[in-house]
């Protein structure tokens, strides 16, 4: 919403580009408030970005934590699909994270809210409506899920191969994965 740390500036950027914008707080796991929303924009892609960490085994993992992760992961997810389904989408996006497909171990919630996302993007398809879910790895940078990890963690994914990517990098996957044929990359 209007409060998010960067909203202002990135509001104005996109409107300096020519793009209309509106800021606005809505908790999209929440089915009615988000259709609420989206009832008063022309929505025509949807890019999700949700991301929460509550890490732990599986064995060790408490309701609360998987809750604390699915819910803007799978949940808010669900919904955009099924409240947008009817609409004439140019995309829809979802940002999912290579813990579902490798780094999964002590994020067995983690990794099953981002498998989840990597399967309705291929169910959309299979429906023939638009849909890319992008599997990223750790962003470089400060702030945001970044911010809990340390020097042995950052060690750990260069050895599996996913040393952080730059922005810039993150940017250009994104776009490339716009155009992709396969609805997981």
């Keep these: 919403g209007p409060d998010a740390p960067g909203a202002a500036a990135l509001r104005d950027e996109l409107a300096e580009a020519g793009a209309e914008v509106t800021l606005a707080r809505c908790d999209a796991a929440d089915r009615a408030e988000l259709a609420?929303?989206?009832g008063e924009h022309d929505v025509r892609a949807v890019v999700h970005a949700a991301g929460v960490v509550d890490n732990g085994?599986?064995?060790?993992?408490g309701p609360d934590q998987v809750d604390r992760v699915l819910r803007p992961k799978v949940d808010a997810a669900w919904n955009l699909h099924e409240l947008t389904r009817d609409k004439d989408l140019s995309a829809f996006v979802l940002l999912s994270s290579a813990a579902g497909l490798l780094v999964g171990g002590g994020q067995a919630n983690y990794a099953a809210a981002n498998t989840f996302l990597d399967g309705l993007a291929a169910h959309r398809r299979a429906l023939g409506l638009p849909a890319v879910s992008l599997a990223y790895g750790l962003w470089s940078g400060s702030g945001g899920m970044s911010a809990g990890i340390d020097a042995a963690d950052l060690e750990r994914l260069r050895r599996l191969g996913l040393p952080p990517l730059a922005p810039a990098q993150g940017l250009r996957a994104f776009d490339a994965g716009l155009g992709a044929e396969d609805a997981v990359l």
């Design 57 to 61: 085994v599986l064995a060790a993992l």
């Design 36 to 38: 609420g929303l989206l």
